[in-house]
Each structure stands twice: as structure tokens, then as C-alpha cells.
């Protein structure tokens, strides 16, 4: 069965230090990993993806996440972090060998930068 | 706006009644997913549609949830005799055909609905 661990529930860090929220999963087959954020009232938006190719994939705002095949892990990470990065981020994961598009998330990591 | 559009964004209903929430997406999106999101957890999910076939349901979906997207354009989600346990924000993502590149695995999601049942 396919499952996401985000394991800390919330990571407080200064701003201009790095950040990295954490993210292991677990599925049949290759995965597909992906970050999502989630500001207050507003729908989760598409930070970025790994389907295949390089391990270490960028995405929007200055954020990238590096995949990790033998520790299961696809952290999210940024050198260095802005008060607006604070919002709520979510990994995720679809199984290549699903056969379908059922993208399971993880329970969502709170991230809060302090000025 | 060209985004994923839901309606209404919060409904509150009594225990027992039927609730129906409609989903826009993408215009050049085929493929439209429903999810649930309860407080401090992430989206759960429920349906997946390709064009106006529903290919793929969670178990999550009882009996009393149906959905439909009958031209392959906007999609309804119906709660028949609505339970407190359905009280949720019930979310709506679009994607891109296959064949469009990696893009294609990209989720886009509207601001969601609101339920609240009494």
C-alpha cells in the first residue's frame, strides 16, 4: 500500500536560514513525488515534482527537494527562508505501478519562518 | 480567472440533507480528482474522472456519495443524507491529458468547499 510520513508537524526556523521539511514514502514500483503548498484560504498550489531524471528537482519560489531511493525520502528544502515560505506543505505520492491516479498525502507539515 | 473554480465555497447543512457542490476545472484539463481534507490532515482521495468517465473510486466513497461529470467539462459531487462525519473541506484538482509531458502529473486545485453539517 502506498503511505506518506511527513514526521514533523510543524519546523520553525529564522529567516534567511535553510530550511528543509521532511518527507519519506513509501509505494509499489517507481514513485512520483511531489510538493504542494498551502496557504491560509487558499487551495494547495504545485510546488514541484519528481517523475524521473536528476534526483535533485527545483521548483517555484527558490524551493527544490532531492530524491532519495534508498532512504524512501524526498525532503523539501531552501537555503534560505522568507516569513512568507510560512504555510502549510504537503507531500505526496503516486505509484508508477498504481495503474491508476490515486496520489496519496502525507498529513502536512507547518511551516513557520520567524522574522 | 483561469483557474480551478468550486461553488459554493462553504455550505452548512443539518444532518440528513442532500448537499451537491459543482467543480470548474481547467478548461484544457481532461482529468478532474474530488478529495476530502479534514482539519490537520492532508487531502484524502475520493474519485478520478478522464473526461466523463469515472475511472477510479476510493473506498472512502460510500453509498450516500456519488459524482458525476457528464460532458467532461465540470463535475458534481452529491452527499445524499449528509452525516456530521462528512463535515470536511471537499477539494477539486484538474490535470493536464497524458501525452502533455511531465506536466501532465501536475495537480491544479480549487479553493475547495466547506462543508459543515449540524
Known amino acids: 500500500a502506498q503511505s506518506v510520513a511527513q514526521p514533523e508537524d510543524q519546523v520553525n526556523v529564522a529567516e534567511g536560514n535553510p530550511l528543509t521539511v521532511k518527507c519519506t514514502y513509501s509505494?509499489?514500483?517507481?514513485?512520483?513525488l511531489f510538493w504542494y503548498v498551502q496557504y491560509p484560504n487558499r487551495g494547495l498550489q504545485f510546488l514541484l515534482k519528481y517523475i524521473t531524471g536528476d534526483n535533485l528537482v527545483k521548483g517555484s519560489y527558490g524551493f527544490e527537494a532531492e530524491f532519495n531511493k534508498s532512504q524512501t525520502s524526498f525532503h523539501l528544502k531552501k537555503p534560505s527562508a522568507l516569513v512568507s515560505d510560512s504555510a502549510l506543505y504537503f507531500c505526496?505520492?503516486?505509484?508508477?505501478?498504481?495503474?491508476?491516479?490515486?496520489?496519496?498525502f502525507g498529513a502536512g507539515t507547518r511551516l513557520f519562518v520567524k522574522a | 480567472d483561469t483557474g480551478v473554480s468550486q461553488d459554493p465555497r462553504h455550505k452548512i447543512t443539518k444532518r440528513g440533507q442532500n448537499v451537491t457542490f459543482r467543480c470548474d476545472p481547467i478548461s484544457e484539463h481532461n482529468r478532474l480528482y474530488w478529495y476530502r481534507q479534514t482539519l490537520g490532515q492532508g487531502p484524502e482521495f475520493l474519485t478520478y474522472f478522464q473526461n466523463e468517465a469515472q475511472l477510479e473510486k476510493s473506498r472512502l466513497l460510500s453509498d450516500r456519495f456519488s459524482a458525476e461529470r457528464p460532458k467532461g467539462s465540470f463535475s458534481t459531487l452529491e452527499i445524499q443524507r449528509t452525516e456530521q462525519g462528512d463535515s470536511a473541506m471537499y477539494l477539486c484538482?484538474?490535470?493536464?491529458?497524458?501525452?502533455?509531458?511531465?506536466?501532465?502529473?501536475?495537480?491544479?486545485f480549487g479553493p475547495g468547499t466547506r462543508l459543515t453539517v449540524t
Open positions: 484538482a484538474s490535470s493536464l491529458p497524458r501525452g502533455q509531458g511531465l506536466s501532465s502529473y501536475e495537480q491544479y
Open positions: 509505494v509499489s514500483g517507481n514513485p512520483y
Open positions: 505526496a505520492v503516486r505509484g508508477e505501478n498504481t495503474g491508476g491516479f490515486k496520489t496519496i
